[in-house]
T-cell receptor, first 115, second 110 residues
Framework: DAGITQSPRHKVTETGTPVTLRCHQT?????MYWYRQDPGHGLRLIHY???????DKGEVSDGYSVSRSKTEDFLLTLESATSSQTSVYFC??????????????FGPGTRLTVT | QKEVEQDPGPLSVPEGAIVSLNCTYS??????FMWYRQYSRKGPELLMY????GNKEDGRFTAQVDKSSKYISLFIRDSQPSDSATYLC??????????FGPGTSLSVIP
């Protein structure tokens, strides 16, 4: 998976609980992305980062926040988890030059269930 | 109307068949067209990409883009059981985010 790890790989949590997902890369890519994947919707961009402390919103950012304090780590936080956030979350890294590189490398995913 | 539409399948074919996977899109600004393959419980991996219109061939795989019809295709020749996966089309313009289709599930039966 191109030097990308995600933790945890599986998590079950209760509604209203804060949750943090971690993405770690060893490729030194500048751009990192968080997607969620749901049946019928495909991959949808939540947030992305174009450098340390530089982040921006994607298509479905409501209810999510991110932080990037080091090049290799990109954290996704659900401040107060809701059942609609039950999904599979993928981290991806992209190219050095394009803002949104067409060539993205994905991590193994985190399966999150909110009960 | 979604920006990118793709028949979710599932598509089931016998080994050795030619497979055709398709996507339509609405944004005429898209310039990059990609196909990602995703095995069950794995992350997507880039299979092929095409810039603008035309065909691109890589082994048993051929990607085709028809910008006038806003239609892209992926052909798999001599399909193998190892090709069983979900295929996601994706596209972007030069400066904006990548938009993914919902994926087509393919099963190649030995």
């Amino acid at each position: 998976d191109a030097g990308i790890t995600q933790s945890p790989r599986h998590k079950v949590t209760e509604t209203g609980t804060p949750v943090t997902l971690r993405c770690h890369q060893t490729e030194n890519h500048r751009y990192m992305y968080w997607y969620r994947q749901d049946p019928g919707h495909g991959l949808r961009l939540i947030h992305y980062s174009y450098g340390v402390k530089d982040t921006d919103k994607g298509e479905v950012s409501d209810g999510y926040s991110v932080s990037r304090s080091k090049t290799e780590d990109f954290l996704l936080t659900l401040e107060s988890a809701t059942s609609s956030q039950t999904s599979v979350y993928f981290c991806a890294i992209g190219g050095e030059t394009d803002r949104f590189s067409y060539e993205q490398y994905f991590g193994p995913g985190t399966r999150l269930t909110v009960t | 109307q979604k920006e990118v539409e793709q028949d979710p399948g599932p598509l089931s074919v016998p080994e050795g068949a030619i497979v055709s996977l398709n996507c339509t899109y609405s944004n005429s600004a898209f310039q990059y067209f990609m196909w990602y393959r995703q095995y069950s419980r794995k992350g997507p991996e880039l299979l092929m990409y095409t810039y603008s219109s035309g065909n691109k061939e890589d082994g048993r795989f051929t990607a085709q883009v028809d910008k006038s019809s806003k239609y892209i295709s992926l052909f798999i020749r001599d399909s193998q059981p190892s090709d069983s996966a979900t295929y996601l089309c994706a596209m972007s313009d030069v400066y904006d985010k990548v938009i993914f289709g919902p994926g087509t599930s393919l099963s190649v039966i030995p």
